[in-house]
C-alpha cells in the first residue's frame, strides 16, 4: 500500500464530544468538513472523494453515503459506505488509498460521523438469537464480559493492571478539551477497583460510554498538499485486516482473535517491530481489548499482558505513549465514529498539534481498530495501520 508514500492525510477535524447532544450525524459530519476545508484551502469542488462510517443512529436509511455527500454539497466521483463498525475510520484511510492510486478521485474525505446517544436505531444483539437472548449475552458489555472471565481463567489477569490504563487515559483525557464533559474528572486507581460490576468481572469503568461526535480526515497527493502549501503530511504505509477470524471453527478459543494475524502483518509491511513504535492508539471500547492487542500484535507474549503493563509507561510523557486523547475510554465513544477518535488523535500528535499532551519524537504511530462485537470468534473485525511520518 502507498508504496511510493506520494499519498497521505493532509489534514483532521473532530467535534467536542458530547452526551445526548441532540445533533444529526448530517451536522456534526459538515462541521468536521468545514474544519478541514478552512485548515487546507480546499474547495468542495476538490473533494472528489467520500468514505463514510455506517451509523448506530442515521444508517436505517439504505442511501446513507448518497445522502451523506449531499448534506455536504459534495459530487464525488467515488463514494464508499463502510460497514466495519470500529475499523471503519482506519480501513477507510486504506481504502481511500486505494482509490486514489486506481484513478477513480484524488482527494478523499473519509468521515465518521454518529449520534447514538440521541438516536439509536441499530440491532446488534448478533446473529445466533437462541444462543445470546435467553441467557441475556446481549450487545458488547455481556460479550466483552465472558471474554474476560475466560481470559482470567487461561492466564493471570491482574486487575491493576487495568486499573493502570484507565488512570492513564484518564488522565490524558482531562487534557482534551474535545473529551465528553462527563468523563473529563480525576480518576485514581482505587476508583477503578471499587467501581461497581456491570457484566462480572467487568467493571462500570472497563467500558466506554456511549456519546455523538464526528471525526474526519482528508486523503490526497503530495502534489495537491503542496498545491496548497501545506507543510504537515502524514503517510499511512501499512494496512492490514481481517474480518471473522477462524470463521470455519465454531469452537476457537475467543480470547485468540484477528489481531495476531494483521498486527504482524502490517509491522512486517512497515519495516518496524513493537519496539520501534512511537506511539499506540489501540481501539479501546473496553479496557480488556487493550491489553489483548499488546498480546496479539506482538509487544509481549500471549498471557504476559498484566505484567507488560504494569513495567511500562503509557503516558503521553512515557516509553509506550497510548490513547494520548484519552481514547475512547476516557473522551467518549460518539457510536460508530469510535474508531476515529483514534486516528484523528494519531494524527494532531504527528501534526505537533497535541496542546498539553504532545508526545516527543513522533515518527510513527500505529492505529487499530475493532469492528462488531465478540460472537464466538473474539471481534469480528480486526485493523491495524501504520502512519509515519
Given at each position: 500500500m502507498?508504496?511510493?508514500?506520494?499519498?497521505?492525510?493532509?489534514?483532521y477535524?473532530?467535534t467536542?464530544?458530547?452526551?445526548?447532544?441532540?445533533?444529526?450525524?448530517?451536522?456534526?459530519?459538515?462541521e468536521?468538513?468545514?474544519?478541514?476545508?478552512?485548515?487546507?484551502?480546499?474547495?468542495?469542488?476538490?473533494?472528489?472523494?467520500?468514505?463514510?462510517?455506517?451509523?448506530?443512529?442515521?444508517?436505517?436509511?439504505?442511501?446513507?453515503?448518497?445522502?451523506?455527500?449531499?448534506?455536504?454539497?459534495?459530487?464525488?466521483?467515488?463514494?464508499?459506505?463502510?460497514?466495519?463498525g470500529?475499523?471503519?475510520?482506519?480501513?477507510?484511510?486504506?481504502?481511500?488509498?486505494?482509490?486514489?492510486?486506481?484513478?477513480?478521485?484524488?482527494?478523499?474525505l473519509?468521515?465518521?460521523a454518529?449520534?447514538?446517544?440521541?438516536?439509536?436505531?441499530?440491532?446488534?444483539g448478533?446473529?445466533r438469537f437462541e444462543?445470546?437472548?435467553?441467557?441475556?449475552?446481549?450487545?458488547?458489555?455481556?460479550?466483552?464480559?465472558?471474554?474476560?472471565?475466560?481470559?482470567?481463567?487461561?492466564?493471570n489477569?491482574?486487575?491493576?493492571?487495568?486499573?493502570?490504563?484507565?488512570?492513564?487515559?484518564?488522565?490524558?483525557?482531562?487534557?482534551?478539551?474535545?473529551?465528553?464533559?462527563?468523563?473529563?474528572?480525576?480518576?485514581?486507581?482505587?476508583?477503578?477497583?471499587?467501581?461497581?460490576?456491570?457484566?462480572?468481572?467487568?467493571?462500570?469503568?472497563?467500558?466506554?460510554?456511549v456519546?455523538?461526535?464526528?471525526?474526519?480526515?482528508?486523503?490526497?497527493?503530495?502534489?495537491k498538499?503542496?498545491?496548497?502549501?501545506?507543510t504537515?503530511?502524514?503517510?499511512?504505509?501499512?494496512?492490514?485486516?481481517?474480518?471473522?477470524?477462524?470463521?470455519?471453527?465454531?469452537?476457537?478459543?475467543?480470547?485468540?482473535?484477528?489481531?495476531?494475524?494483521?498486527?504482524?502483518?502490517?509491522?512486517?509491511?512497515a519495516g518496524?517491530?513493537?519496539?520501534?513504535?512511537?506511539?499506540?492508539?489501540?481501539?479501546?471500547d473496553?479496557?480488556?481489548?487493550?491489553?489483548?492487542q499488546?498480546?496479539q500484535?506482538?509487544?509481549?507474549?500471549?498471557?504476559?499482558?498484566?505484567?507488560f503493563?504494569?513495567?511500562?509507561?503509557?503516558t503521553?510523557?512515557?516509553?509506550?505513549?497510548?490513547?494520548?486523547?484519552?481514547?475512547?475510554?476516557?473522551?467518549?465513544?460518539?457510536?460508530?465514529?469510535g474508531?476515529?477518535?483514534?486516528?484523528?488523535?494519531?494524527?494532531?500528535?504527528?501534526?505537533?498539534?497535541a496542546?498539553?499532551?504532545?508526545?516527543?519524537?513522533?515518527?510513527n504511530?500505529?492505529?487499530?481498530?475493532?469492528?462488531?462485537?465478540?460472537?464466538g470468534r473474539?471481534?469480528?473485525?480486526s485493523?491495524?495501520?501504520?502512519?509515519?511520518?
Open positions: 502507498n508504496r511510493d508514500k506520494n499519498i497521505g492525510i493532509a489534514a477535524g473532530e467536542k464530544i458530547t452526551m445526548g447532544g441532540g445533533r444529526s450525524a448530517y451536522d456534526m459530519g459538515a468536521v468538513l468545514a474544519q478541514i476545508l478552512e485548515k487546507t484551502g480546499f474547495e468542495l469542488a476538490e473533494i472528489d472523494g467520500l468514505a463514510v462510517a455506517e451509523t448506530m443512529s442515521d444508517t436505517a436509511n439504505p442511501f446513507w453515503p448518497a445522502y451523506m455527500a449531499d448534506m455536504l454539497g459534495l459530487s464525488p466521483t467515488w463514494l464508499e459506505s463502510l460497514g466495519l470500529g475499523v471503519s475510520a482506519v480501513g477507510g484511510v486504506a481504502r481511500a488509498i486505494a482509490a486514489i492510486e486506481a484513478g477513480f478521485c484524488t482527494t478523499v473519509v468521515l465518521s454518529d449520534a447514538q446517544s440521541s438516536k439509536n436505531q441499530s440491532e446488534q448478533g446473529q444462543f445470546q437472548y435467553p441467557t441475556g449475552l446481549r450487545g458488547p458489555v455481556g460479550a466483552f464480559g465472558l471474554l474476560t472471565q475466560r481470559y482470567r481463567h487461561l492466564h489477569l491482574d486487575d491493576r493492571a487495568l486499573a493502570k490504563l484507565a488512570v492513564t487515559q484518564r488522565s490524558h483525557g482531562l487534557l482534551n478539551p474535545n473529551a465528553c464533559d462527563k468523563l473529563r474528572k480525576p480518576l485514581v486507581e482505587d476508583d477503578y477497583m471499587r467501581g461497581k460490576y456491570v457484566s462480572d468481572p467487568l467493571r462500570m469503568l472497563d467500558s466506554v460510554m456519546c455523538d461526535g464526528a471525526n474526519g480526515v482528508l486523503v490526497t497527493t503530495r502534489e498538499a503542496s498545491e496548497k502549501n501545506l504537515k503530511f502524514v503517510v499511512p504505509t501499512a494496512y492490514a485486516e481481517l474480518t471473522n477470524y477462524k470463521a470455519f471453527n465454531p469452537e476457537a478459543e475467543i480470547t485468540e482473535g484477528g489481531f495476531t494475524v494483521v498486527g504482524p502483518k502490517a509491522l512486517a509491511k518496524i517491530k513493537p519496539t520501534d513504535v512511537a506511539m499506540f492508539h489501540p481501539y479501546d473496553f479496557l480488556i481489548a487493550i491489553l489483548l499488546l498480546e500484535i506482538g509487544f509481549c507474549g500471549i498471557g504476559e499482558g498484566s505484567r503493563i504494569l513495567d511500562n509507561d503509557f503521553y510523557t512515557g516509553n509506550i505513549p497510548l490513547n494520548t486523547g484519552g481514547g475512547q475510554i476516557s473522551a467518549g465513544q460518539p457510536g460508530l465514529a474508531g476515529g477518535v483514534n486516528l484523528t488523535e494519531a494524527v494532531r500528535q504527528m501534526f505537533g498539534e496542546v498539553g499532551r504532545q508526545v516527543k519524537n513522533v515518527h504511530a500505529l492505529v487499530t481498530g475493532i469492528g462488531t462485537i465478540p460472537i473474539n471481534w469480528s473485525s485493523g491495524v495501520l501504520v502512519l509515519e511520518q
